[in-house]
């Protein structure tokens, strides 16, 4: 696989992870207006002239946006002509760019028109889902080189059930962090793992109801992850992708919750908020890999079983005399 490509493959993930997390600095800092209600121009005009760290946070954004969103336009066009054979590739492609248009479009709609909370909680959702694309699309670029033995991957159906199970559950995770962002409930409850003075009792708020049913739905993922990752130690040695997969992914949750109560401990700290994002933002990019690896377990256990009944059918040679 030609070089210049795997390295734009890895430019665009980078960038991908920053648009992420440029976006949660933007969210965590109140910048969402710091170019007032204008796009793509900031307060109407082309070079701003009332600077302010608002307006320095929103116009960054925008431009990392805009660069990284040619570097995945780019890099669908590429990938399609070069690997196009691979049957993931033309979705990944058309995916990868329409879901950074539609994020890009929607963050445009509220800046201009406004939007509730719990629509702009989708936005990160849907920056991840582009980000997940691009990191599929970078992993398939180095498959080509057999740099490691995915395509051999065999699942059983309890782990496929599992990996799609909790994948679609790691979005619910994502979007309650977000609308605790975007409905400023992020210190509602200043006590960790329970609300206010490690109390049982309900929320008493919608506020509250928002940020302890984000740490309940974080519980629970900790909690599948943790004995996912048992299950793949156990049975899945030899399965090297699944069995370090789900060892980082454990790693990655792990990594996750912690973040989540420092957050709530340091009252707020920027970088941890920032790594909090960030850790999510991984792992969702590993469980879309599982994802992939799901749809190939079905051809590849019927490829070996293809190869097992050619072995059995074999007519021995009887071994010839020469005279």
């Not at 619910?172 to 006590?191: E, F, K, P």
């Not at 789900?246 to 912690?258: G, M, N, R, T």
């Not at 070996?304 to 021995?316: C, D, R």
């Amino acid at each position: 696989m030609q070089r210049s490509l795997k390295w734009l493959a890895v430019l665009t993930t980078i960038g991908m992870l920053l648009i992420l997390l440029g976006g949660a600095l933007v969210t965590k800092t109140d910048s969402g207006m710091g170019c007032g209600r204008s796009w793509p121009l900031c307060n109407g005009e082309l070079v701003p002239t009332d600077i302010t760290p608002e307006l320095i946070i929103e116009l960054a954004h925008r431009m990392v946006s805009g660069a990284v969103g040619l570097m995945v336009l780019l890099l669908s066009v590429w990938t399609w002509k070069a690997i196009g054979h691979i049957r993931e590739t033309k979705f990944l492609s058309f995916t990868s760019f329409f879901f950074l248009l539609l994020q890009g479009l929607i963050g445009a709609a509220a800046v201009i028109w406004g939007q509730s909370d719990f629509v702009l909680a989708l936005h990160f959702g849907i920056s991840l889902i582009s980000f997940a694309t691009v990191l599929l699309l970078t992993l398939l670029i180095f498959e080509v080189d057999k740099k490691f033995e995915a395509e051999k991957v065999i699942l059983d159906s309890r782990m496929k059930r599992h990996i799609i199970g909790v994948s679609i559950y790691s979005y619910v995770v994502v979007y309650t962090g977000a609308l605790v962002r975007h409905v400023n409930a992020s210190l509602v409850c200043r006590d960790w793992p329970l609300c206010i003075n490690s109390s049982f009792a309900l929320p008493g708020n919608m506020h509250e109801w928002v940020q302890m049913g984000h740490r309940a739905a974080a519980g629970l993922i900790f909690i599948w992850i943790a004995y996912i990752t048992f299950l793949a130690v156990k049975h899945y040695k030899n399965q090297k992708v699944i069995y370090w997969g789900w060892i980082i992914s454990f790693i990655l949750v792990s990594l996750q919750v912690i973040a989540g109560a420092l957050v709530i401990v340091t009252r707020l700290n920027l970088y941890i908020a920032l790594a909090h994002a960030f850790f999510i933002s991984c792992l969702f990019g590993v469980l879309s890999y599982f994802i992939l690896l799901t749809s190939r377990s079905k051809k590849n256990a019927m490829a070996l079983e293809e190869i097992k009944k050619k072995e059995e059918n074999k007519v021995p040679v009887p071994p010839v005399t020469i005279h």
